[in-house]
């Protein structure tokens, strides 16, 4: 019973960490949410340069084999830093192939995929509709609409989630494949929807029976651990205004008001890194009680998230609502964590359904 | 990360689950009535080494290397079995422990042993009218005075929210034996013996209509001058030691669940707006939205525990687990008032004493207890802001 991370997965952790504390500063990440046309191309090909991509791919197709705990404690930092970053679809394309793809198709992407050479990204959502998509590859084709793809324009190749459970590859480029920008809020993570009129498309037709389960599960766990890591970076940066900032001659931390707000910020946050890390260990170990636990995290963190997130405008006062506050992203991060694969009404009923009440 | 225990954590739980198989219950010659038969277990559970473990053997306990795995294991298979644990109250919680920490040996041969076994029961006389959450403005007094067989205390002042104060022996008192030294400097650390002349005890009839605390009055009570703990002013840091011994986060988490649970079997067996109330959505999503505070709570327990097993130190989470289970119990009273419908026009029973849904008011109530016993979840989040963030303290400390 040791309900606790590595020697080697803490060390991994503190390395993303020490980067992003040199690449993604404050400075940094507002010059990239101003910005969010571009790709975040030093903090990816840093995340490529200590393995993160190849972290969950199996080693036969050059990645590392490890658990979905090893990534999610990666994403809890990416959050913490509010990184921009393209790994969430990255790493739900990862997924389909690894679940859906047959051998060929495995052999052809995932080695890519792990080094970092082929970026890749998720398409499933329809007109808020994200658990139950309707498109179908007929003839090598696929027509119909997508929303909400991260880091579509800058993907070389696009998972798209089809109906009955089926997963095809579209490639940057193909014939019929209309990219529109969305104006999102949330600039770490731009999205942007599809328009796919006769677009050719690989069906992947490996035998891995449902593949959808652990592709959710994989996205659920990690918008949990992001948000574990935002939402903990809020009571940091609310607790240090505190201290730092003064009214009425002294520091404003001095007055319970505040001290109370912060106390009940913290109360809501240290806890609940738990319920992220047993979310990826079921994942990992007990796979009957994994779709439970990843939607009953990803509700529990991301509804917190956007909760400590407007506190920590309200604990800024006026300069909380500015462009130039970090709270102003951290507050549209945990917008997009809260509804992105669904929202937390969503997944409280799915996991009550899977509580066999 | 493994949630399974090793393998000689497994044979350690298959020893304690072999001796809960040849002792528990007792058997009809360990005694008569049910107290007789908890002593007797209590006595085997002590010699095994699975109760007491941190008290010495001279003192009654079973003197193991200190392991909070086993214990755990121990606490688990124990209350699978509904088993007797360590005698329940204040004494084994605080006296034991400051004993054992402050007290001479005179003290621990006197009262420890008989404190373990249930012989002794303790109160605790701690606040006042005027010193609640300022406990350090106490103004009951001790002054040495010359008795019939030597120096004694003589103890003037009323305590207040003595638990079961009525039942109690012996009580340790939070006195002020030097009046010009600081407000916490003066401050002493004694002992009494209840059936001393001088002593007025008055239970408080609480909310729930029960009586489970007390106030105390003490008009010239004496108590020997050797049975103070400590040096004369140290009572304020005697206190904390106790402070310091009080029960881990770890069991708070596990009622938590258990509350969790039997919350769901009332919605299962109740009707709301119509349908049975498990079936109902708005009940499905409080459950769940309440399931994601209980659960965060069990797993950083995990995770503390863990820590503990592994000496490092847990940080500012330490400082929350009281206000985190309050939390919880406030949550839980505000489904359950709602799932028991009509029965939350009634008073809440005497406890044990009802079958009906009324009895969730008890919990309804209780949590309210909660919330203020052992620091209100103000002075909680007074504590977590200076002493977890470092925040500056307010003037008025």
Redesign the interface.
């Known amino acids: 019973m040791e309900f606790l991370l590595s020697e080697e997965q803490l060390e991994i952790q503190d390395t993303v960490k020490r980067f992003l504390d040199k690449h993604c500063p404050s400075t940094a990440l507002h010059s990239y949410f101003d910005d969010p046309a571009q790709l975040p191309e030093a903090i990816w090909q840093g995340l490529v340069e200590m393995g993160v991509p190849a972290l969950i791919v199996p080693e036969a197709f050059g990645g590392m084999g490890m658990t979905l705990l090893d990534l999610a404690i990666i994403a809890e930092v990416l959050g913490q830093a509010a990184a921009p970053n393209p790994l969430l679809g990255h790493t739900l394309a990862t997924q389909a192939l690894i679940y859906a793809g047959s051998p060929a198709q495995q052999e052809k992407w995932l080695p890519k995929l792990a080094s970092g050479e082929c970026l890749a990204s998720f398409a499933t959502a329809e007109s808020g509709n994200w658990l139950a998509p309707s498109l179908s590859c007929v003839n090598g084709n696929i027509t119909g609409q997508k929303q909400h793809v991260p880091h579509a324009e800058h993907a070389q190749l696009i998972v798209v989630a089809l109906a009955g459970g089926r997963y095809a590859l579209i490639e940057q480029g193909a014939t019929g494949l209309e990219i529109s920008a969305e104006n999102v809020a949330d600039r770490t993570r731009p999205l942007a929807s599809l328009n796919l009129n006769d677009c050719p498309a690989e069906l992947l037709d490996g035998d891995c029976g449902n593949a959808a389960e652990p592709i959710l599960n994989t996205a659920l766990v990690l918008l949990a651990a992001d948000s574990f890591g935002g939402a903990a970076q809020c009571v940091d940066m609310a607790v240090d205004y505190a201290k730092t900032r003064e009214q009425f001659g002294q520091p404003i931390g001095k007055f319970q008001a505040l001290k109370h707000q912060l106390a009940n910020m913290a109360v809501d946050v240290e806890p609940m890194r738990g319920l992220y890390w047993h979310a990826a260990y079921a994942f990992d170990q007990e796979p009957e009680t994994a779709s439970r636990q990843a939607a009953l995290a990803k509700a529990h963190l991301s509804d917190r998230f956007l909760h400590v997130a407007r506190e920590t405008v309200q604990a800024h006062g006026g300069i909380g609502y500015t462009w130039e506050c970090d709270a102003q992203i951290f507050i549209k991060r945990a917008l997009f964590n809260y509804t992105f694969m669904g929202n937390a009404g969503l997944h409280r009923k799915r996991a009550a359904d899977l509580a066999d009440w | ?6 393998a000689s ?1 497994e044979a350690f739980r298959q020893q304690v689950v072999a001796f809960l198989g040849e002792h528990w219950p007792a058997p009809d010659s360990a005694g008569d009535s049910r107290a007789e038969k908890e002593a007797w277990f209590r006595r085997q559970a002590i010699a095994a080494g699975y109760l007491y473990r941190g008290v010495p053997r001279e003192f009654g306990g079973s003197e193991q290397e200190p392991d909070i ?1 086993k214990a ?1 294991i121990i606490r688990d298979e124990f209350s699978k079995r509904r088993a007797p644990m360590e005698a329940p109250g204040i004494g084994n919680m605080m006296l034991v422990p400051t004993l054992l920490e402050c007290g001479t040996q005179e003290q621990k041969e006197r009262f420890i042993p008989k404190t373990l076994t249930g012989e002794y029961h303790w109160a605790q006389g701690y606040s006042e009218p005027n010193a609640g959450s300022d406990l350090a403005s106490l103004r009951t007094r001790a002054e040495l005075v010359e008795g019939e067989n030597g120096p004694e205390w003589s103890i003037n002042g009323q305590k207040i929210w003595s638990t079961l104060a009525q039942f109690a022996q012996y009580m340790f008192v939070l006195a002020r034996t030097e009046p010009e030294a600081g407000k916490h400097a003066g401050i002493s650390y004694l002992l009494i013996d209840l059936k001393n002349p001088g002593i007025t005890i008055r239970p408080i009839k609480q909310v729930t209509g029960g009586k489970e605390f007390c106030e105390v009055f003490f008009d010239d009570a004496r108590t020997p001058a050797d049975w103070i703990v400590g040096e004369r002013g140290e009572g304020w840091k005697v206190s904390k030691a106790t402070l310091a011994h009080e029960r881990s986060s770890i069991g708070g988490a596990q009622t938590a669940v258990g509350l969790f649970e039997k919350l ?1 079997e009332l ?2 067996g109740v009707e709301y707006q119509g349908v049975t109330a ?1 079936d109902h ?1 708005q009940i ?2 409080r ?3 309440l ?3 209980v ?9 503390q ?3 503990a ?2 000496k490092q130190n847990a940080g ?2 330490g400082l ?1 687990n009281k ?2 289970n309050t ?1 919880i119990g406030h949550m839980v009273a505000d489904i359950a008032k709602d799932l028991i419908n009509d029965a939350a026009l009634l008073m809440p029973p005497a406890k044990g004493r009802a079958e009906g849904d009324e009895k969730w008011l008890n919990q309804f109530f209780g949590s309210l207890g909660v919330a203020i016993a052992g620091g209100t979840s ?1 002075i ?3 504590i ?3 002493r ?8 008025a400390e």
């Open positions: 990360m493994d949630l399974k225990y090793n954590y795995l755990t769901v919605a299962k498990i959505p499905r999503e459950l769940v939205t399931e994601g505070y659960q965060s709570h069990l797993y950083s327990s995990y995770r525990l863990s820590m097993a592994a500012r989470i929350m206000l985190i939390n103000n909680q989040r007074n977590i802001a200076e977890g963030f470092g925040l500056p303290r307010d003037d």
